[in-house]
């Protein structure tokens, strides 16, 4: 009792203290979309009494996606809804979210107890599994497009869905976890305090064995892919525990611990890429140097790189694909300074003009009409080397002329890869735009519509 009354009290100051880092409140408002967050009851069998919220976006796709997105201690649905960035790309991609919240209300997810960490075995998981059910149900939810998301307490239970239900979900973002079965204590929320200070190491094989053997015992089929988060600075859950999540998630997906690929797609942030002989990536690991326990940021990349990572970006749910492509870090608007095939685009002050109103097509060109012709966004003589021009051209559906809009923000060309950058950092009116090295920088972030 006494180590509960001690977790709760610190958890309870880490919400505060997060709170006022990233702007965040338990008390946040409601978003002010049309649609609107709804408990639901009488979801189905739910032995511990958990609370369930669904998001349904106004946009909703036919046959949606499903994201089941938990908590950490101390938090509830309602406050991840408000305080993570998850609905609002449920908005623009379409999919449900479903926010389930513990009981007694902010306490830990079960992830200490045998029953919980067997499928089917009892606890949290099985009314988890039950709103999933209600939502395919009852809103026509995609049984086989369903993924999970968590934080903290909501990261590690995210780890025991993925080994519990592993013919369910089809991928999983772990933020701030502990690999699946390491907080195990035999008793119902428990606090595993050498777990928690990353004290505990296996190697890959003890790891994967304990998700083949306790999560779903006998199971051969196909498993979920992996995303998981952990800041290096975080004082709750060490961030030695990322590494022990990539040797579980990377023995039982059966890929090498040795990087496909290390990038930093923005500053501070190290990602590492493990990929199968078909270079699918099956588990993607971010450590974000000085990050403490707080992760998603909201109002960052975070959460999108997340439902990038699983797939729900896949395509718009609508609307959006014609408007202003503003430059994020500017706050101005990309622009054909003469409807001249051949021209370098710009930025300059938003003002609705025609020849600030770009469509994105499905071949995924991006399209201005302006002076009585259509010109396409071309990367000019089919560069691919950082520093290209970023013109326009006459369509001709050359791979030059296609493009990526991506859940980052950012504007890839399909043929160099390369993002669409705002030269030089610069943000005053007329400063070209080119191709160059992705680096996560704000010059080259953009949003459509």
């Known amino acids: 009792m006494f180590r509960s009354r001690s977790l709760t009290s610190r958890l309870l100051g880490l919400v505060a203290a997060v709170g006022l880092a990233v702007g965040l409140s338990v008390q946040a408002a409601p978003r002010a979309d049309a649609a609107s967050l709804t408990q639901v009851t009488g979801f189905g069998p739910n032995p511990t009494g958990l609370l369930m919220h669904l998001y349904v976006p106004s946009s909703v796709k036919p046959n949606p996606p499903i994201l089941l997105a938990l908590h950490g201690c101390q938090g509830s649905g309602p406050y991840l809804y408000s305080s993570t960035d998850f609905a609002s790309l449920a908005d623009r991609y379409g999919f449900l979210v479903i926010y389930p919240s513990t009981n007694p209300g902010g306490s830990c997810w079960d992830v200490s107890s045998d029953q919980a960490l067997t499928r089917d075995g009892g606890s949290d998981p099985v009314g988890l599994m039950s709103m999933i059910t209600y939502a395919e149900q009852h809103h026509g939810g995609n049984a086989g497009a369903v993924y999970v998301t968590g934080q903290s ?14 013919d369910v979900f089809k991928a999983g973002a772990a933020f701030m976890g502990v690999p699946y079965h390491c907080f195990h204590t035999g008793s119902v929320r428990d606090w595993n305090a050498p777990c928690a200070q990353g004290q505990v190491s296996r190697t890959p094989q003890q790891w994967g064995g304990l998700v083949r053997t306790t999560g779903y015992p006998g199971y051969t089929g196909p498993r979920p892919r992996v995303q998981l ?20 998630w990377t023995d039982v997906l059966g890929v090498s611990r040795t990087p496909s690929a290390t990038d930093t797609p923005a500053g501070n942030w190290t990602r590492t890429r493990y990929d199968d002989n078909a270079r699918t990536t099956q588990v993607e690991a971010y450590s974000l140097a000085g990050f403490g ?5 909201q109002g960052t990349a975070m959460a999108a790189q997340a439902i990038h ?37 710009r930025i300059s002050t938003c003002n609705g003009g025609a020849n600030q109103t770009w469509t994105r097509t499905p071949s995924k060109q991006l399209t201005v009409t302006a002076g009585g012709s259509t010109l396409c966004l071309d990367a000019d003589a089919h560069g691919t080397s950082p520093g290209t021009k970023a ?3 006459s369509c001709n559906g050359q791979a030059n002329q296609q493009w990526q809009l991506n859940a980052d923000g950012t504007v890839t060309g399909v043929r160099s890869g390369l993002c669409l950058d705002v030269a030089g950092l610069g943000t005053a009116d007329g400063t070209p735009v080119q191709l160059w090295t992705c680096s996560g920088g704000r010059n080259q972030q953009w949003t459509l519509g």
Not at 154 to 163: F, K, R
């Open 153 to 166: 307490s909501g990261a590690m239970m995210t780890n025991v869905m993925l080994a519990d239900y592993p």
């Open 229 to 248: 988060w952990h800041g290096t600075a975080d004082t709750v859950l060490s961030h030695n525990n990322l590494g022990e999540e990539i040797k579980q």
């Open 293 to 297: 326990h707080q992760l998603p940021v």
């Open 309 to 345: 990572f699983m797939g729900l970006d896949s395509g718009s749910s609508g609307g959006g694909t014609t408007g202003a492509l503003r430059a994020v870090d500017a706050g101005k608007c990309l622009t054909d300074p003469s409807t001249t095939p051949g021209a370098q685009q």
């Open 391 to 393: 013109i326009v051209w």
